[in-house]
């Protein structure tokens, strides 16, 4: 079955701390999104990536094909980074099929 | 622009009653899909299109109907509403399929009581 497991479940963090959020998948993809979701609802897309490394202020996200994992890093944290963050992934027999893991919930405290 | 837009916010139903959610998204994309998320759970994806016309499943289509007759729109009808249908909705829309950026509506929180 096409998984995807994020880790840690919950983080918490002090204001200024370097933060990963990591992300595994079970077999060969085509896509993975990072996406936020802010406590009250609203679900934005950080980051799409298929290969390599990308970066947008002070989050930068990776992705290792061969190992299958995939890693958000936020630089110099802030309360307003605290939200939920979920990977998403489109795997490869699936062109129309994303598959979302359950998310990390990160808590910058002050 | 709009981006994606969803309606109701809130809804409470009594079982059995049918529904519809109301989904647009004003940037002309192909793509458009609604989940389900509920807690402890990933997002799960309800059902899909790909274009004005053409419509499939994802993961979890039972006890749910979609149409996509313009490009526009995409309502998603609960079609005799049960407990556990409740949950809160999202649609998504993208150009072309969903390797590109995904543009999220803001969610209906729905309740059948």
């Not at chain 1, 840690?8 to 992300?23: D, V, Y």
């Amino acid at each position: 079955k096409n998984e995807v497991e994020q880790s840690p479940q919950n983080l918490t963090a002090q204001e200024g701390e370097f933060i990963t959020i990591n992300c595994s998948y079970s077999v060969g993809i085509s896509a993975l999104h990072w996406l936020q979701q802010h406590p009250g609802g609203g679900i934005v897309s950080l980051f799409m990536l298929s290969s390599g490394k990308k970066k947008h202020g002070r989050l930068i996200a990776t992705i290792n094909i061969q190992e299958k994992h995939s890693s958000l890093h936020i630089t110099a944290s802030h309360p307003r980074d605290s939200a939920v963050y979920i990977c998403a992934v489109l795997f490869g027999g699936s062109n129309y099929k994303l598959t979302f893991g359950k998310g990390t919930l990160l808590t910058v405290n002050p | 622009n709009a981006g994606v837009t969803q309606t109701p916010k809130f809804q409470v139903l009594k079982t059995g009653q049918s529904m519809t959610l109301q989904c647009a998204q004003d940037m002309n994309h192909e793509y458009m899909s609604w989940y389900r998320q509920d807690p402890g759970m990933g997002l799960r994806l309800i059902h899909y299109s790909v274009g004005a016309g053409i419509t499939d499943q994802g993961e979890v289509p039972n006890g749910y109907n979609v149409s996509r007759s313009t490009t526009e729109d995409f309502p998603l009808r609960l079609l005799s509403a049960a407990p556990s249908q409740t949950s809160v909705y999202f649609c998504a829309s993208s150009r072309l399929a969903p390797y590109n950026e995904q543009f999220f509506g803001p969610g209906t929180r729905l309740t059948v009581l």
